[in-house]
C-alpha cells in the first residue's frame, strides 16, 4: 500500500491529501530514509513522522486497505512521541433533562 494512503487509512493523518504533502516535504521517514508518498509500506516497517516541533515513531502493524474509525489505531504501534492522537475516552455525559423537569424548575424558581 502507499505510504499517502496508508497514512490516511490509519487516520495518523486526517487526509490523503495532506498526507502526500507531508512526504512531498520531506517530514515522513519509512525505516530511517525519508520517503516520498508513492514508497510502499509493509508491516513491520518503522515511520518517523515529524508534527510540528516533534517527531512521532510508530511500527506498521496491520496494512488494509479500509478500516472502522474505531479500529484504525490497531493498525500501528506507537514507539515514542507524544503527538500522535490517541483515541481519547469519551466521559459520560449527564442526560439532558427533559422538557417537564426544566419547566418544572423555571416554575419554582419563578414562584420561589
Same mark, same amino acid.
Given at each position: 500500500? *502507499? ?8 487516520? &495518523? &493523518?486526517? *487526509? #490523503? ?7 512531498? @516535504? =520531506? #517530514?515522513? !521517514?519509512? @525505516?530511517?530514509?525519508? $520517503? #516520498?508518498?508513492? $514508497?510502499?509500506? !509493509? ?6 513522522? =515529524?508534527?510540528?516541533? =516533534?517527531?512521532? #515513531?510508530? *511500527? &506498521?502493524? !496491520? ?19 507524544? @503527538?500522535?492522537?490517541? %483515541? ?6 449527564? %442526560?439532558? %433533562?427533559?422538557?417537564?423537569? *426544566?419547566?418544572?424548575?423555571?416554575? @419554582?424558581? &419563578?414562584?420561589?
Amino acid at each position: 500500500m *502507499r505510504l499517502d494512503k496508508y497514512l490516511k487509512v490509519s487516520r &495518523i &493523518i486526517k *487526509r #490523503r491529501s495532506v498526507a502526500s504533502e507531508v512526504c512531498g @516535504n =520531506g #517530514r515522513v !521517514k519509512l @525505516n530511517g530514509k525519508v $520517503a #516520498r508518498a508513492s $514508497a510502499e509500506v !509493509k508491516v513491520g516497517d518503522i515511520l518517523e513522522i =515529524g508534527f510540528g516541533s =516533534g517527531v512521532s #515513531r510508530v *511500527r &506498521i502493524v !496491520k496494512v488494509q486497505e479500509t478500516v472502522r474509525k474505531d479500529d484504525a489505531a490497531e493498525l500501528y504501534e506507537v514507539m515514542d512521541g507524544e @503527538n500522535l492522537r490517541q %483515541p481519547a475516552a469519551s466521559p459520560a455525559a449527564a %442526560p439532558e %433533562p427533559a422538557q417537564a423537569e *426544566r419547566r418544572d424548575e423555571w416554575n @419554582n424558581h &419563578i414562584k420561589g
